[in-house]
C-alpha cells in the first residue's frame, strides 16, 4: 500500500502512476539500467518517470504507419525540454543549446510557452551526453516536466521603469525552493559517484515525499498591467505589486487555473485561477511551498483527470483552501491590492532598458527556430548572439527577447536580421503576431491531429479574409493545439482551436485579448480546411455589428454560443 501525505490517505485507491512513482525509488526506476542497454527505447514502467527528468519517449509519427507495414518497431525518439526560470539564459547557453540541437536533436529548437527550451529527435544512446552537455552549461531539465513544480514562469520585459529584476529573482528563488532534491538526476545522467541501493539510508523528498504531486504544477509572475503570462491559467499566479519608488513590495496572489481538459467529459474544464490575498515579498517562498503541501496532501491521487489543483478548489471552495494554506504557513494574507490590466504586450521590436541599452523582441513562428523557407531564424539568432553577446530572454508568445544591445550596435543589428530574411514586426501580419500552436504530430504521442504544421496555412487564409473586410489590423488571439490538453493556451484565446480528431478541431469564440476570460465551445468538430469559411460570417457580423471599440473575443461572448452557431451555420 502507498503511503500518501494526508489524512486517510492509506483507505484511498490509488492510479497506476501513483504506483509507479512510490516505486521508482525518488525518481529512479530502473532508469539507469535500461539507459546501459542496446535498446532504441525504456520500457513502460519508466515512461512516466522519465518526464520528471525532463525527456518524453516519443516516436515519430511520421513513420509509424510504415514501420508497421514493415513490421519494423516504431522510430522511437526523444523530446528533452530545458528548464529555464524566466525564460533567462547567457549567451554561451544559448550558444550550446543551439550546437546541441544539432548534434543530437532535428537541427530545431522549440521555444515552448513556459518560456523553456525543448530539443526535439533525440535518440536514445545520444540523451546521456546532451543532458551532460546543458548540465555543463549550468542548464537543468529536472522538473520541466512530471507531477511537481514546473518552469516557473515571469514576464521577460527588462524595461527600464519596473523591478523586472527584482522578479526574475524570485523566479529563480521560487524555482530552487520548490525543486526535487533527489540524486537520481545527478546519478543517472552525471555520473554520480555512488548509485542508490536498498541497503543505503534512507532518502527523503522533504517537500514532496515519496509520490510528488498529485498532477504537474504551474507557477507564474505577471506585473500590473501585463499579462503576457496569462497569470489566471496557473496554479499559483503571482501579480507583482510595486511601491511609490517602483521597487517590488509584495504579490496578489492567484491561485487554482489550469487549462487541460478532456473532450466529452463535462467533468473535466479548464479554470481560471481565484484571488487567494496579497503577502509582502518576505513571504512569498513560505506561502509558495504551503500552497505545494495542500495540493501535496488533498489532491486527487485517484484520478489523473481530476488530479490538478483547480479541481481541489472547486471542490472544496475557496475558503477551505485559504484555511488549509494557513495552517500549513502560519500567517494570514492581506486584502487583494488593486489590480487592471492594460493591453497586453508580446514586446516584439526595440524597447529601451536604460543606460544606453536596448532591447528587441523578435517573433519567432510557433516558437520553431530553424532555417528553411527562405528565412535563416536559426543561423541568424547564432550570428546575433556571437556578435553582440546579449542576454536571452525567451517569452511567454514563444518569441525571443535579445537584451543588452548598445544604441550603436541598433544598425548592425538590424542588417543581420535582413542579411538572414528574418521578419520585423512591422512584416508580420496582426493576426499571426498574436498565433500560437503547440508541436502536435509528428512528435506528441497526444496529438489527435496536427496544429504547428498546419496553423501557418489558416493564418494565411485568416489573413486575406480579414484584409477584405478590412479587418487586417485587429488584434485577435488564435491558439491551436492538436490534443485537448491545452498547452498553447487555446481557451483563453479569442478564437481557439483545439483538436478533437483527424484532421478535425473542435472550435472556441470568445476568449479576451488579456487572457482573463475563458471562450466558449461553439462548434465540436470542425474539418481543418472549414476552419476558416466556417468563421467568414462571424467576422462579418463583427464589422457590421460591433460596438464601439469593442474587441473581437467581446464581440463574440456578448454575441453569446447560440447566436455564434447560428451564424456559423448559415454560412
Same mark, same amino acid.
Not at 535498446?39 to 522519465?50: G, Y
Not at 529536472?142 to 515571469?154: F, K, P, S
Not at 517569452?395 to 528574418?422: M, R
Not at 479574409?465 to 483563453?492: D, F, K, Q
Given at each position: 500500500?502507498?503511503?500518501?501525505?494526508?489524512?486517510?490517505?492509506?483507505?484511498?485507491?490509488?492510479?497506476?502512476?501513483?504506483?509507479?512513482?512510490?516505486?521508482?525509488?525518488?525518481?529512479?526506476?530502473?532508469?539507469?539500467?535500461?539507459?546501459?542497454?542496446?535498446?532504441?527505447?525504456?520500457?513502460?514502467?519508466?515512461?512516466?518517470?522519465?518526464?520528471?527528468?525532463?525527456?518524453?519517449?516519443? #516516436?515519430?509519427?511520421?513513420?509509424?504507419?510504415?514501420?508497421?507495414?514493415?513490421?519494423?518497431?516504431?522510430?522511437?525518439?526523444?523530446?528533452?525540454?530545458?528548464?529555464?526560470?524566466?525564460?533567462?539564459?547567457?549567451?554561451?547557453?544559448?550558444?550550446?543549446?543551439?550546437?546541441?540541437?544539432?548534434?543530437?536533436?532535428?537541427?530545431?529548437?522549440?521555444?515552448?510557452?513556459?518560456?523553456?527550451?525543448?530539443?526535439?529527435?533525440?535518440?536514445?544512446?545520444?540523451?546521456?551526453?546532451?543532458?551532460?552537455?546543458?548540465?555543463?552549461?549550468?542548464?537543468?531539465?529536472?522538473?520541466?516536466?512530471?507531477?511537481?513544480?514546473?518552469?516557473?514562469?515571469?514576464?521577460? @520585459?527588462?524595461?527600464?521603469?519596473?523591478?523586472?529584476?527584482?522578479?526574475?529573482?524570485? @523566479?529563480?528563488?521560487?524555482?530552487?525552493?520548490?525543486?526535487?532534491?533527489?540524486?537520481?538526476?545527478?546519478?543517472?545522467?552525471?555520473?554520480?559517484?555512488?548509485?542508490?541501493?536498498?541497503?543505503?539510508?534512507?532518502?527523503?523528498?522533504?517537500?514532496?515525499?515519496?509520490?510528488?504531486?498529485?498532477?504537474?504544477?504551474?507557477?507564474?509572475?505577471?506585473?500590473?498591467? #501585463?499579462?503576457? $503570462?496569462?497569470?489566471?491559467?496557473?496554479?499559483?499566479?503571482?501579480? @507583482?505589486?510595486?511601491?511609490?519608488?517602483?521597487?517590488?513590495?509584495?504579490?496578489?496572489?492567484?491561485?487554482?487555473?489550469?487549462?487541460?481538459?478532456?473532450?466529452?467529459?463535462?467533468?473535466?474544464?479548464?479554470?481560471?485561477?481565484?484571488?487567494?490575498?496579497?503577502?509582502?515579498?518576505?513571504?512569498?517562498?513560505?506561502?509558495?511551498?504551503?500552497? $505545494?503541501?495542500?495540493?501535496?496532501?488533498?489532491?486527487?491521487?485517484?484520478?489523473?483527470?481530476?488530479?490538478?489543483?483547480?479541481?481541489?478548489?472547486?471542490?472544496?471552495?475557496?475558503?477551505?483552501?485559504?484555511?488549509? $494554506?494557513?495552517?500549513?504557513?502560519?500567517?494570514?494574507?492581506?486584502?487583494?491590492?488593486?489590480?487592471?490590466?492594460?493591453?497586453?504586450?508580446?514586446?516584439?521590436?526595440?524597447?529601451?532598458?536604460?543606460?544606453?541599452?536596448?532591447?528587441?523582441?523578435?517573433?519567432?513562428?510557433?516558437?520553431?527556430?530553424?532555417?528553411?523557407?527562405?528565412?535563416?531564424?536559426?543561423?541568424?539568432?547564432?550570428?546575433?548572439?556571437?556578435?553582440?553577446?546579449?542576454?536571452?530572454?525567451?517569452?511567454?508568445?514563444?518569441?525571443?527577447?535579445?537584451?543588452?544591445?548598445?544604441?550603436?550596435?541598433?544598425?548592425?543589428?538590424?542588417?543581420?536580421?535582413? #542579411?538572414?530574411?528574418?521578419?520585423?514586426?512591422?512584416?508580420?501580419?496582426?493576426?499571426?503576431?498574436?498565433?500560437?500552436?503547440?508541436?502536435?504530430?509528428?512528435?506528441?504521442?497526444?496529438?489527435?491531429?496536427?496544429?504547428?504544421?498546419?496553423?501557418?496555412?489558416?493564418?494565411?487564409?485568416?489573413?486575406?479574409?480579414?484584409?477584405?473586410?478590412?479587418?487586417?489590423?485587429?488584434?485577435?488571439?488564435?491558439?491551436?493545439?492538436?490534443?485537448?490538453?491545452?498547452?498553447?493556451?487555446?481557451?483563453?484565446?479569442?478564437?481557439?482551436?483545439?483538436?478533437?480528431?483527424?484532421?478535425?478541431? @473542435?472550435?472556441?469564440?470568445?476568449?479576451?485579448?488579456?487572457?482573463?476570460?475563458?471562450?466558449?465551445?461553439?462548434?465540436?468538430?470542425?474539418?481543418?480546411?472549414?476552419?476558416?469559411?466556417?468563421? $467568414?460570417?462571424?467576422?462579418?457580423?463583427?464589422?457590421?455589428?460591433?460596438?464601439?471599440?469593442?474587441?473581437?473575443?467581446?464581440?463574440?461572448?456578448?454575441?453569446?454560443?447560440?447566436?455564434?452557431?447560428?451564424?456559423?451555420?448559415?454560412?
Amino acid at each position: 500500500m502507498v503511503l500518501l501525505f494526508g489524512e486517510s490517505a492509506m483507505q484511498k485507491k490509488i492510479s497506476k502512476v501513483e504506483e509507479e512513482k512510490d516505486n521508482s525509488r525518488y525518481l529512479r526506476g530502473t532508469i539507469r539500467e535500461q539507459l546501459a542497454q542496446d535498446t532504441p527505447c525504456f520500457d513502460d514502467s519508466v515512461n512516466n518517470i522519465l518526464k520528471f527528468h525532463g525527456i518524453y519517449q516519443q #516516436d515519430d509519427r511520421d513513420f509509424r504507419q510504415a514501420q508497421d507495414r514493415q513490421g519494423r518497431e516504431k522510430h522511437f525518439i526523444f523530446m528533452v525540454r530545458m528548464k529555464i526560470p524566466g525564460g533567462k539564459v547567457t549567451s554561451d547557453q544559448y550558444l550550446k543549446m543551439d550546437e546541441l540541437s544539432d548534434r543530437y536533436g532535428n537541427g530545431t529548437l522549440r521555444v515552448t510557452t513556459r518560456q523553456g527550451i525543448q530539443f526535439h529527435g533525440v535518440i536514445k544512446k545520444n540523451l546521456k551526453e546532451t543532458m551532460r552537455a546543458l548540465n555543463r552549461e549550468l542548464i537543468t531539465t529536472l522538473g520541466a516536466c512530471g507531477d511537481i513544480e514546473r518552469n516557473v514562469v515571469t514576464c521577460p @520585459a527588462p524595461l527600464q521603469d519596473r523591478a523586472q529584476a527584482q522578479v526574475q529573482q524570485y @523566479a529563480r528563488k521560487i524555482s530552487d525552493q520548490l525543486l526535487p532534491k533527489t540524486k537520481a538526476y545527478h546519478e543517472i545522467w552525471l555520473n554520480g559517484e555512488q548509485a542508490y541501493s536498498g541497503e543505503q539510508a534512507a532518502e527523503i523528498e522533504p517537500l514532496y515525499g515519496k509520490t510528488y504531486l498529485p498532477r504537474k504544477f504551474k507557477t507564474a509572475i505577471a506585473f500590473p498591467g #501585463d499579462n503576457c $503570462v496569462d497569470v489566471y491559467t496557473h496554479d499559483i499566479g503571482l501579480v @507583482a505589486i510595486t511601491d511609490e519608488k517602483g521597487d517590488l513590495s509584495g504579490f496578489n496572489v492567484l491561485v487554482g487555473g489550469g487549462l487541460g481538459m478532456t473532450h466529452r467529459k463535462p467533468e473535466t474544464h479548464p479554470l481560471l485561477a481565484k484571488p487567494l490575498g496579497y503577502v509582502n515579498k518576505d513571504k512569498i517562498l513560505p506561502l509558495a511551498e504551503g500552497i $505545494v503541501k495542500v495540493q501535496r496532501d488533498h489532491g486527487n491521487r485517484e484520478n489523473r483527470m481530476r488530479a490538478r489543483m483547480k479541481y481541489l478548489i472547486e471542490e472544496k471552495g475557496i475558503e477551505w483552501f485559504y484555511a488549509a $494554506v494557513k495552517q500549513q504557513t502560519g500567517f494570514d494574507l492581506e486584502p487583494m491590492r488593486e489590480m487592471g490590466w492594460k493591453e497586453t504586450p508580446d514586446h516584439l521590436g526595440w524597447h529601451e532598458m536604460g543606460g544606453g541599452r536596448f532591447f528587441c523582441g523578435i517573433f519567432v513562428p510557433n516558437g520553431r527556430i530553424q532555417d528553411g523557407a527562405g528565412k535563416k531564424l536559426k543561423s541568424g539568432f547564432k550570428k546575433l548572439v556571437e556578435t553582440f553577446n546579449p542576454e536571452i530572454r525567451f517569452t511567454p508568445q514563444q518569441n525571443i527577447l535579445f537584451a543588452g544591445i548598445p544604441v550603436s550596435g541598433k544598425e548592425e543589428f538590424e542588417g543581420i536580421l535582413k #542579411d538572414f530574411s528574418i521578419r520585423r514586426e512591422a512584416e508580420i501580419s496582426t493576426i499571426e503576431r498574436w498565433s500560437m500552436a503547440c508541436p502536435a504530430l509528428p512528435t506528441c504521442g497526444l496529438a489527435l491531429t496536427e496544429s504547428e504544421r498546419v496553423l501557418p496555412g489558416v493564418i494565411r487564409e485568416l489573413e486575406g479574409v480579414l484584409t477584405t473586410l478590412g479587418l487586417a489590423g485587429e488584434h485577435i488571439t488564435v491558439r491551436m493545439t492538436g490534443c485537448p490538453n491545452g498547452c498553447s493556451r487555446p481557451y483563453t484565446g479569442e478564437i481557439g482551436l483545439v483538436g478533437s480528431g483527424l484532421n478535425t478541431y @473542435a472550435l472556441f469564440l470568445g476568449g479576451n485579448f488579456d487572457g482573463t476570460r475563458l471562450n466558449h465551445l461553439v462548434s465540436e468538430r470542425v474539418k481543418g480546411d472549414e476552419i476558416v469559411r466556417s468563421l $467568414v460570417s462571424v467576422f462579418e457580423a463583427f464589422k457590421s455589428a460591433r460596438a464601439s471599440g469593442e474587441r473581437f473575443g467581446d464581440f463574440c461572448n456578448r454575441l453569446g454560443v447560440q447566436e455564434l452557431q447560428k451564424l456559423i451555420e448559415a454560412q
